[in-house]
Nanobody, 125 residues
Framework: QVHVVESGGGLVQPGGSLRVSCAASGITLDYYTIGWFRQAPGKEREGVLC????????YYTDSVKGRFTISRDNAKNTVDLQMSSLKPEDTAVYYC??????????????????WGQGIQVTVAS
């Protein structure tokens, strides 16, 4: 079974930057599709960004376009979500999902078979 772990979350001030990483044991993430999702208090989980094995990116949340990017660090075997110009409304638990095939057209979590436990990102002054 694939063990997925997110890291790098924490508290950041509005306008700041933060990078969260997704790592997985036993597999090479470069061959997999990775999706980042988030869930804010009292809200449903929403898709943020996806990268497929050909490094095509799919954004699911318009509010993060121009501020969030997704990339692979093959040396570390991680997929990173780089977040900048953070806003209080970005506060959420961020989850990484690992799957195969193309990124779903819509923010569907069905293609992602393995998930991490999530990591808290808090944007506050």
């Amino acid at each position: 079974q694939v063990h997925v772990v997110e890291s790098g979350g924490g508290l950041v001030q509005p306008g700041g930057s933060l990078r969260v990483s997704c790592a997985a044991s036993g597999i090479t993430l470069d061959y997999y599709t990775i999706g980042w999702f988030r869930q804010a208090p009292g809200k449903e989980r929403e898709g943020v960004l996806c990268i497929d094995s050909s490094d095509h990116n799919t954004y699911y949340t318009d509010s993060v376009k121009g501020r969030f990017t997704i990339s692979r660090d093959n040396a570390k075997n991680t997929v990173d979500l780089q977040m900048s110009s953070l806003k209080p409304e970005d506060t959420a638990v961020y989850y990484c999902g690992v799957g195969v095939g193309p990124c779903p057209t819509g923010p569907s979590a069905e293609v992602f078979a393995s998930w991490g436990q999530g990591i808290q990102v808090t944007v506050a002054s």
